[in-house]
T-cell receptor
Framework: DPKIIQKPKYLVAVTGSEKILICEQY?????MYWYRQSAKKPLEFMFS???????DNQTASSRFQPQSSKKNHLDLQITALKPDDSATYFC????????????????FGEGSRLIVV | GDSVTQTEGQVALSEEDFLTIHCNYS??????LFWYVQYPGEGPQLLFR???DKEKGSSRGFEATYDKGTTSFHLRKASVQESDSAVYYC???????????WGSGTKLIIKP
């Protein structure tokens, strides 16, 4: 059974609309992340959260807003969608926020594929 | 800044061929180096990591040796199988508290 659940798996949205991508992890991890994968940038870090607090934001646009209602939830709200936002968005988690430390493996969900028309 | 370079965007091999995917990095000190694998329709998953010079990481028949002298962490497998078809990412963490810096990925295609 998948331990990181992302919904929806596929999504088609109209330019200018707003969508929310859902992520829940059942690994008991304290840190959660969003990554984006597209043809232009194979794997691009967006946000990291630790204990529901924003740790790092590498996303230039304020149209992307993470939302953490519970420790094991990190949703991604995207407003004013553009065709360039078309990508697969991956949620990930790790025990703690130090991705590079030994024993702190990063686990990914299966992704939400977003197409903006 | 710190970076990871994977020179091959795609590698096409036949079953039982020897695989090498090149990974070179640029970072000060001793970053931790990683190989991740992404199968079709899935998110990336950790293959293995290494954090010291000359340390060898290995998993599922794949291996790579941390080489600070040549700043490399090349992925090798002696005999590839069709099930190895995937995208392979090299990554580094310059500090244990830092996020990963990813290479551009190498797609491995196993020809029938």
């Amino acid at each position: 059974d998948p331990k990181i659940i992302q919904k929806p798996k596929y999504l088609v949205a109209v330019t200018g609309s707003e969508k929310i991508l859902i992520c829940e992890q059942y690994l008991g991890h304290n840190a959660m992340y969003w990554y984006r994968q597209s043809a232009k940038k194979p794997l691009e870090f967006m946000f990291s959260y630790s204990y529901q607090k924003l740790m790092d934001n590498q996303t230039a646009s304020s149209r992307f807003q993470p939302q953490s209602s519970k420790k094991n939830h990190l949703d991604l709200q995207i407003t004013a969608l553009k065709p360039d936002d078309s990508a697969t968005y991956f949620c990930a988690s790790s025990q703690d926020s130090g991705q590079g430390s030994s024993g702190n493996t990063l686990y990914f969900g299966e992704g939400s594929r977003l197409i903006v028309v | 800044g710190d970076s990871v370079t994977q020179t091959e965007g795609q590698v096409a091999l036949s079953e039982e061929d020897f695989l090498t995917i090149h990974c070179n990095y640029s970072a000060s000190g001793y970053p931790t180096l990683f190989w991740y694998v992404q199968y079709p329709g899935e998110g990336p998953q950790l293959l293995f990591r290494a954090s010291r010079d000359k340390e060898k990481g290995s998993s599922r028949g794949f291996e790579a040796t941390y080489d600070k002298g040549t700043t490399s962490f090349h992925l090798r497998k002696a005999s590839v199988q069709e099930s190895d078809s995937a995208v392979y990412y090299c990554a580094l963490s310059p500090d244990s508290n830092y996020q990963l810096i990813w290479g551009s990925g190498t797609k491995l295609i196993i020809k029938p």
